[in-house]
């Protein structure tokens, strides 16, 4: 059963009503481009299969009542809050992804009015593929739909603004200093395609990507790791980075080119130098990952996968021994390239991999794990699948069916 299928059935048992509509948001990964879009750099995601749904109705009271749906059905109300009264620091815990959109929209001056939401989703949680920014993306849409601002439509705020309110909510509601790279993947990636994204002037392509038509696999390797160290160091390292632009005198570190670099490390001190190397570097492999999707070589861009993952465990230092093993454990078996994807110290990586020796990497990777009594990694196929959207009956069953890949 389709997720929006799942929040709209229980918000009617919920609630003894129908909700007014589905909204619904997608994980992501990120093919290469980590730790780039909070330097004004380049992304390029694609929409996972999974997705957060939010079913929704207005509530003349004025209250945001939000109502969570585990995977065993199972209801978990958080206390409903005045939406006009929503102010940083008035909600915590999870209700305060939900509520901060709604706090994040006024702000914009739009008119978000109370409301029942009841949430239901798939994106696996803490595992590196973005399943609260599916969340806050879905309630977005849901809240925006209630108010009568209904996506894509004539004079309607676009996605790419839609990103930005959610990415201020998550900023200044939530309290996480996290860059764009998330919200614009889940609202403006489409099926088929990986999303290049230039953070500073907005500008994007949709760049085909059939994997399947090259008989290739992306293996997304949930190693179920998820580190307490991962949000101190995130604001460290963006923090690092803003240091880094500052000393050389540039607006953001996307304005080092790599021939810039070796003078640049001269001017940087010790700590600072390995930050800035990432950057550079990984912004020139997604340009170069780019040409070479643009010119069909898909099997080519295995080494620059490999060379992020590098890049970041060395040099950014945001990996973890189950990253790396995963990382190792499936180039070791043949895949073409692997890394690390998301913010690091856990979470999840992906590999390239030729279609027929998918097994034995699986089988690689599982036997790696069970070799250093890791938790078991959850191993699953990814096509770029759809981005955000209201959904009517059956639209994202076609992306359901991508999950069991
Ligand atoms: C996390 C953040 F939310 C993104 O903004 C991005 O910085 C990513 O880590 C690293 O590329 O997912």
Redesign the pocket.
């Given at each position: 059963m389709s997720q929006a299928r799942r929040a709209a059935e229980s918000f009617t048992a919920e609630l003894g009503r129908a909700p007014l509509g589905v909204w619904s948001a997608p994980g992501r990964v990120?093919l290469i481009?980590?730790?780039?879009?909070?330097n004004d750099g380049f992304?390029l995601p694609f929409a996972l299969p999974h997705r957060i749904a939010v079913a929704a109705a207005p509530r003349p009271d004025g209250l945001l009542a939000v109502t969570t749906i585990s995977d065993n059905g199972k209801a978990q109300r958080a206390e409903p809050v005045a939406v006009a009264d929503l102010e940083p620091g008035s909600v915590t815990g999870w209700p305060a992804y939900p509520s901060g959109v709604a706090w994040a929209l006024r702000r914009q001056g739009l008119d978000i009015g109370g409301a029942d939401l009841v949430i239901a989703g798939d994106v696996p949680a803490g595992a590196?593929l973005?399943s609260s920014?599916a969340l806050e993306c879905a309630v977005a849409l849901a809240l925006l739909g209630l108010a009568g601002h209904e996506l894509d439509a004539d004079g309607a705020p676009t996605r790419a603004e839609i990103a930005k309110w959610v990415q201020h909510s998550e900023n200044d509601f939530v309290g996480a200093p996290?860059?764009?790279?998330?919200q614009t993947a889940s609202l403006c990636c489409t099926r088929g395609n990986v999303l290049f994204l230039d953070v500073r002037s907005g500008e994007s392509e949709q760049v085909p990507f059939d994997a399947a038509a090259k008989d290739l696999a992306v293996l997304v390797i949930d190693t179920r790791a998820n580190h307490s160290l991962a949000d101190s160091a995130?604001g460290d390292r963006r923090r690092g980075c803003e240091r880094a632009a500052e000393l050389l005198g540039v607006p953001a570190l996307r304005d080092v080119t790599v021939d810039d670099l070796p003078s640049a490390l001269r001017r940087l001190p010790e700590e600072l130098g390995p930050l800035a190397r990432h950057v550079v570097t990984e912004n020139a492999r997604v340009l170069e990952t780019v040409a070479l999707l643009r010119a069909g070589k898909m099997a080519e861009i295995g080494p620059l996968l490999t060379g992020s993952h590098e890049s970041l465990r060395d040099d950014y230092r945001v990996s973890c021994a189950e990253l790396d093993v995963a990382v190792d454990a499936a180039l070791a078996a043949g895949a073409l390239g692997a890394r690390m994807v998301?913010?690091g110290f856990g979470g999840s990586a992906i590999a390239l991999v030729p279609t027929e020796i998918l097994r034995d990497v699986r089988q690689a990777v599982t036997a790696a794990f069970a070799e250093r009594s890791f938790t078991q990694p959850r191993l699953f196929v990814a096509v770029p699948a759809a981005g955000a959207g209201r959904d009517h009956a059956g639209e994202h069953e076609t992306d359901q069916n991508d999950k069991n890949a």
């Amino acid at each position: 059963m389709s997720q929006a299928r799942r929040a709209a059935e229980s918000f009617t048992a919920e609630l003894g009503r129908a909700p007014l509509g589905v909204w619904s948001a997608p994980g992501r990964v990120n093919l290469i481009g980590e730790h780039t879009d909070y330097n004004d750099g380049f992304v390029l995601p694609f929409a996972l299969p999974h997705r957060i749904a939010v079913a929704a109705a207005p509530r003349p009271d004025g209250l945001l009542a939000v109502t969570t749906i585990s995977d065993n059905g199972k209801a978990q109300r958080a206390e409903p809050v005045a939406v006009a009264d929503l102010e940083p620091g008035s909600v915590t815990g999870w209700p305060a992804y939900p509520s901060g959109v709604a706090w994040a929209l006024r702000r914009q001056g739009l008119d978000i009015g109370g409301a029942d939401l009841v949430i239901a989703g798939d994106v696996p949680a803490g595992a590196g593929l973005s399943s609260s920014h599916a969340l806050e993306c879905a309630v977005a849409l849901a809240l925006l739909g209630l108010a009568g601002h209904e996506l894509d439509a004539d004079g309607a705020p676009t996605r790419a603004e839609i990103a930005k309110w959610v990415q201020h909510s998550e900023n200044d509601f939530v309290g996480a200093p996290t860059g764009l790279l998330d919200q614009t993947a889940s609202l403006c990636c489409t099926r088929g395609n990986v999303l290049f994204l230039d953070v500073r002037s907005g500008e994007s392509e949709q760049v085909p990507f059939d994997a399947a038509a090259k008989d290739l696999a992306v293996l997304v390797i949930d190693t179920r790791a998820n580190h307490s160290l991962a949000d101190s160091a995130y604001g460290d390292r963006r923090r690092g980075c803003e240091r880094a632009a500052e000393l050389l005198g540039v607006p953001a570190l996307r304005d080092v080119t790599v021939d810039d670099l070796p003078s640049a490390l001269r001017r940087l001190p010790e700590e600072l130098g390995p930050l800035a190397r990432h950057v550079v570097t990984e912004n020139a492999r997604v340009l170069e990952t780019v040409a070479l999707l643009r010119a069909g070589k898909m099997a080519e861009i295995g080494p620059l996968l490999t060379g992020s993952h590098e890049s970041l465990r060395d040099d950014y230092r945001v990996s973890c021994a189950e990253l790396d093993v995963a990382v190792d454990a499936a180039l070791a078996a043949g895949a073409l390239g692997a890394r690390m994807v998301g913010g690091g110290f856990g979470g999840s990586a992906i590999a390239l991999v030729p279609t027929e020796i998918l097994r034995d990497v699986r089988q690689a990777v599982t036997a790696a794990f069970a070799e250093r009594s890791f938790t078991q990694p959850r191993l699953f196929v990814a096509v770029p699948a759809a981005g955000a959207g209201r959904d009517h009956a059956g639209e994202h069953e076609t992306d359901q069916n991508d999950k069991n890949a």
